[in-house]
């Protein structure tokens, strides 16, 4: 059955207990696991990056998180407006755009899971200015802080990443991350790490969207 929602929609949804804490040492193990596994890889790619400029490889930047309280997230630096040399914005390249398109520029957040801040599966955490302007938009927007966020999630596998263009597509990602709160569990968060590997078009911002509508056959409990 669909979660439904609306303005008034005081529902508590959050772990507690024994389950809070599988759910945690399930993400720590993995973390860790996936962390040491991808130590060449994150210096490959903090070497290319060092060899394309000379600022900094990691972007740090506050997020909301658990219970509404912030944290600083880190990717590798991607986006060209947060790269500057001596003054002036460096261009994007090939290289960048590929780390992004495929959601390598991703992977320093597996120290965020580590040290408690993030799940690998879980609502994306958003900057402290959106989360107040989308609260301002959706009354149990909050909601999504009942959960530590994650790395990918259901609204990540169902297209709805990226730039929010408008107030269904806040609306959609918000169905989509309520649904997975009230349904959360072990099985659930493995199958949306396998279907996060599985489908890479996940990682395009919004071609490859599923309709809230549709959601009602998700039955992972």
């Known amino acids: ?8 929609d005081s529902r508590t949804f959050g772990l507690h207990g024994q389950t809070l804490l599988r759910k945690r040492l399930f993400d720590l193990s993995v973390a860790a696991t996936l962390l040491i596994a991808a130590l060449p890889v994150l210096l490959l790619i903090a070497i290319a990056l060092k060899c394309e400029h000379h600022g900094p490889i990691l972007f740090k930047q506050v997020r909301i998180g658990y219970l509404g309280k912030p944290f600083t997230i880190y990717k590798f630096c991607t986006l060209w407006d947060s790269l500057v040399a001596d003054g002036t914005p460096l261009a994007p390249t090939k290289f960048r755009n590929f780390l992004r398109r495929w959601g390598l520029d991703e992977l320093p957040q597996l120290f965020n899971v580590v040290r408690g801040d993030m799940s690998l599966v879980g609502p994306r955490p958003h900057t402290p200015d959106d989360n107040q302007n989308f609260t301002r938009h959706f009354a149990f927007y909050n909601t999504r802080h009942q959960v530590r966020p994650g790395i990918t999630g259901l609204a990540q596998i169902n297209g709805w990443r990226g730039q929010i263009r408008s107030d269904f597509d806040l609306k959609s990602r918000l169905d989509c991350d309520i649904l997975y709160i009230s349904r959360q569990s072990i099985s659930c968060d493995i199958l949306i790490l396998i279907c ?20 009602s056959s998700y039955r992972v409990r």
């Open 1 to 8: 059955m669909r979660t439904r929602l609306s303005g008034r």
């Open 196 to 215: 996060t590997i599985l489908r890479p078009g996940c990682w395009v911002n919004g071609p490859c969207r599923t309709s809230p509508e549709t959601l």
